[in-house]
């Protein structure tokens, strides 16, 4: 799958007008484009998601702490 983007934001910085090729789940090429020559995966910007799945509780009760 090839998706293009006007915005890339990569560990350089940002990188305009770019294609980024994915295969079996992994970037396999980034490269410059036209910036006329949009894809019909076309986004203004992608960055990579950062979701922190720690979770030590809620509620105010803590998960490693037996109850009383």
Known sequence: MMITCDK?????GWLENQSVTV??????AI???NPHSASA?????IAP???DIQVNGG??????????
């Not at 890339?8 to 350089?12: F, G, I, W």
């Not at 295969?23 to 396999?28: A, D, L, T």
């Not at 509620?59 to 009383?68: D, E």
């Open 41 to 45: 995966h076309h986004h203004p910007i």
């Open 49 to 51: 998601g950062f979701i």
């Open 59 to 68: 509620g105010g009760v803590l998960f490693n702490q037996q109850p009383n």
């Open 31 to 33: 490269e410059t484009i």
């Open 8 to 12: 890339l934001l990569c560990p350089q």
């Open 23 to 28: 295969k079996n789940g992994f970037i396999v």
